[in-house]
């Protein structure tokens, strides 16, 4: 977490010291990242970074807990959007940020998240499908999600669905991007593994 000098930065400030952080991680690894690169980027003083950031870490981290609460927000406006079709939202979420990350090439930090993946990045990339989350927005998302399309009766269902779709869709995020599939590729890829689930995996009894 940023220290609170950070956040009593002047907007145009922050901006400036996040873009070059951005910049920097969208280049290389976490673990290959220089401080003294997003210091030129940013066009501050080492001892500054530090006011702002316990390292480099610290300064990952922020980044890609933004970018989960920013896409946890898009999420909810696309259940809107499609009235309440969870499959829908999910989709549409998966081909816009596939699509961005195809569309801008190397130069693109989820794109360089997703391909240098491990459980603390996974951590904090799904943090917004956490069950402390779920709990704090249930009400919202609940009301939201179309439940004819499932039997969901409560919380707990709708915990487990969410991270079902979580699960898949992340998945296929990375791994389209690791294989080199073409947009079409993955989408395809995607959509049959959804429309499983939608049907079922088990041959009825009767």
Do not use: W
């Not at 940013?42 to 006011?51: D, E, H, K, L, T």
């Not at 406006?77 to 090439?105: C, I, K, P, Q, W």
């Amino acid at each position: 977490m940023p220290k609170p000098t950070f956040f009593n930065l002047k907007e145009e400030k922050r901006n400036v010291l996040v873009e070059a952080a951005k910049k920097e991680f969208s280049r290389v690894s976490l673990y290959d990242a220089s401080i003294a690169n997003i210091l030129k980027t940013a066009g501050i003083p080492r001892g500054s970074f530090y006011q702002y950031f316990e390292n480099k870490e610290d300064a990952f981290f922020y980044l890609v807990g933004e970018h989960a609460r920013k896409r946890f927000e898009t999420f909810i406006a696309l259940l809107e959007t499609h009235d309440g079709d969870l499959f829908e939202a999910t989709r549409v979420m998966f081909h816009t940020m596939l699509a961005f990350s195809y569309e801008n090439g190397q130069n693109n930090f989820i794109r360089n998240v997703l391909l240098n993946m491990n459980y603390k990045i996974e951590k904090t990339f799904t943090q917004t499908l956490t069950r402390e989350t779920i709990d704090q927005r249930y009400e919202e998302i609940f009301l939201l999600v179309n439940k004819d399309q499932f039997a969901i009766d409560n919380k707990s269902d709708l915990y487990h669905v969410l991270q079902i779709l979580s699960a898949v869709t992340f998945h296929n995020l990375v791994q389209s991007i690791a294989d080199e599939l073409t947009l079409e590729e993955a989408l395809g890829k995607y959509d049959k593994e959804i429309n499983m689930i939608k049907r079922g995996l088990c041959k009825s009894s009767s």
